[in-house]
């Protein structure tokens, strides 16, 4: 079972907001989606669910249109933290609403997790903190039974053990890959410990699909003193300038070959040290204007 968004866009007020976007999910995976604010991330999300239409583009699960048969997004789970209809309900209702769209909710392993937290089915959406709500948004998804969930910034404004909590929760579900996550969030190292892969949304565009391991495989991230100021070549052509500090050097190179270590070491620099690649460093390197080096001069 796989799903696919191909081609999708979305033009709001008559401006661009995803533009192409095309990727392939398959259960078992948890994708990170990153961008600048504005990039499109919750506009993506809300297209694949066809919350807005889309002007172009497909989301398919085996090939049937999700658009097109909607029963079919019974496979794909998503609430709209800004728009939702559960403030007015008390969380002994929500059941009963999400079994009409999900006939596979489990109301034994929902009614366990309000209990494992500490969440009394007599409580109020809306009076919830917004860690609670946060939970109760993935226990929701989690019971729902759907193989895809979209989860949007669901660690944003959270204390670190709700983190933990959610994190763990995800990777658990995960164990025997018969579900998938696609979780955008600003928190760079949350993803970082949970994802397979990450797709970055540039100018309402995906511009990278990287497996994080794979990656790691071919980048580096060096810290380098060089003998005087002048930026060789080989870390114009190369590099991206992450950090500057004095006549310190942080650069990721993301195809780091034998012949750019041969150039460097060449240099005979003071300092040649290589630092754990994060992600953090990968959107700095790929979402950053230009590389950096206007920042020496």
Do not use: C
Not at 31 to 47: D, E, S, Y
Not at 189 to 199: A, F, I, P, Q
Not at 237 to 248: D, F
Request: aromatic letters at 8%; hydrophobic letters at 40%.
């Amino acid at each position: 079972m796989t799903l696919q968004v191909k081609q999708l866009a979305k033009e709001i007020d008559g401006r661009t907001i995803i533009d192409q976007i095309s990727f392939d999910w398959a259960p078992g995976e948890i994708i990170g989606l990153v961008g600048r604010n504005g990039a499109g991330k919750t506009t993506l999300f809300r297209t694949m669910m066809n919350h807005y239409v889309a002007d172009t583009g497909t989301v398919t699960v085996d090939g049937v249109d999700l658009h097109k048969v909607p029963a079919q997004q019974r496979q794909v789970f998503f609430i709209d933290t800004q728009y939702n209809f559960l403030d007015n309900y008390r969380l002994r209702q929500l059941p009963d609403m999400y079994e009409l769209v999900y006939p596979n909710f489990d109301r034994e392993r929902y009614a366990a997790l309000l209990v494992k937290f500490e969440l009394k089915e007599a409580d109020q959406y809306r009076r919830l903190s917004k860690g609670m709500r946060a939970l109760v948004n993935l226990i929701l998804a989690l019971t729902s039974n759907a193989t895809y969930i979209i989860l949007d910034e669901p660690f944003d404004g959270l204390d670190v053990i709700v983190r933990e909590n959610i994190a763990t929760m995800v990777i658990d579900e995960i164990a025997e890959e018969k579900k998938g996550f696609l979780i955008s969030s600003h928190d760079l190292n949350e993803l970082d410990g949970l994802s397979d892969r990450v797709l970055l949304l540039k100018e309402n565009r995906l511009s990278q699909d990287y497996n994080l391991e794979e990656v790691r495989e071919h980048a580096k991230k060096l810290q380098l003193v060089l003998k005087d100021r002048e930026i060789p070549a080989v870390l114009k052509e190369h590099s991206h300038l992450i950090r500057v500090s004095g006549r310190v050097l942080v650069v990721v190179i993301t195809d780091y070959t034998d012949e750019i270590d041969r150039q460097l070491r060449a240099l005979e620099p003071v300092l040649l040290e290589e630092l754990p690649l994060t992600l953090e460093d990968l959107f700095r390197a790929n979402l950053a204007h230009d590389t950096g080096y206007q920042m020496m001069k």
